[in-house]
């Protein structure tokens, strides 16, 4: 699995991954920072049979 780059909002490393099956599939990371807390879900359709994409989106950072 690749490695999670740390949350772009707080820079916090206590990042988690979920990848699973409620009512529908489900892609998303989460911050365990408890001052920041940030939730990012992914387009579940594209990532839910690849997703290892939905971590590349995460790791994705815009160059400023």
């Known amino acids: 699995m690749i490695e999670l780059k740390p949350c772009p909002f707080c820079g916090s490393r206590l990042v988690s991954y979920t990848h699973g099956v409620t009512r529908a599939p489900i892609v998303y990371m989460k ?34």
């Open 31 to 64: 911050c365990g920072n408890p001052e920041c807390c940030a939730i990012v879900s992914f387009n579940n359709n594209a990532c839910h049979l690849l997703p290892e994409k939905a971590i590349v989106m995460w790791n994705r950072r815009e160059q400023s």
